[in-house]
């Protein structure tokens, strides 16, 4: 389980350009704390955040995967036009491509982190690293409220706040709750990407040229904050689908993982340490 807990979001990292065939996949929709659900699919996470004022979802991956997250939301109980506000974990085409289409559905205020708003609203042809790829543009969506690093968006009781954890996108962010849980509340982080995808230049990046340098910020970002319900933009960054099947047995939420948090952390700054070396001496 350790070795594709650590191997799989290196193969995630180059997978942007081709879809692989999890992210379309249904997976089981299903309770993570009080008000806290996954509605995603097997491959691209959704997350459904419940309150009495409307609900809030996180990522909207593909066009396609829209009526996968309305049924699933639906299949849990809730109202899909009751989603009041519309966030994403950063401007990359499997998690932000429904966007456009859930705005329409269900009126929701899109909110976007600064940096990624140009490249939502061009439908990912200003992506600094994939603009220039057909298979990975997408409707342009235009953004409701634009967020800055540690802003907070509020409804009905609930907070989350937004950590700018930029490099994987320019305005990649990791967002924290409190979520309660039998009796306990639990600090949630939902990481955004710390990976360097395949073919992504860290020295000498004309289009980017501080990437190396917000990569860095993530990391100390990342490690600052305190976590016990570990989640992300894929499943696959804190083993969803090998968690999943322990929620059945009525034993200690699976997803309480601040461990597991800290070796994803490290291990995906070893890969990104790695990789800065590795590209910095090939440098003539």
Known sequence: MLARFLILPLALAGALVAQTPDWTEPFPPHKI?????????????????????????????????VPLIQASVEKLGFKFSDTKILLISHAHWDHDAGS???????????????????????????DFQYGKTPGNQYPPAKVDRILHDGDEVKLGGVTLTAHKTPGHTKGCTTWTMKAADRGKTFDVVIVGSPNVNTGYKLVNNALYPQIAQDFETTF?????????????????????????????????????????????????????????????????
């Open 33 to 65: 704390a009080d008000n806290l659900y996954y509605v995603g699919s097997k491959g691209l996470a959704s997350y459904l955040v419940t309150t009495p004022q409307g609900n809030i979802l996180i990522n909207s991956s593909l066009e396609a995967s």
């Open 220 to 284: 100390r970002v990342l490690k600052s904050l305190p976590c016990d319900i570990f989640l992300g933009a894929h499943g696959e960054y804190y083993g969803m689908i090998e968690k999943y099947p322990r929620l059945q047995n009525g034993g200690a939420n699976p997803f309480v993982d601040p461990e597991g948090y800290k070796k994803y952390v490290t291990e995906r700054e070893q890969a990104f340490r790695a990789e800065l070396k590795k590209q910095t001496a090939s440098v003539p």
């Open 100 to 126: 456009a289409a859930i705005k329409k559905l269900t009126g929701a205020q899109y909110m976007v982190m600064d940096a990624d708003v140009p490249v939502v609203e061009s439908g990912g042809t200003t």
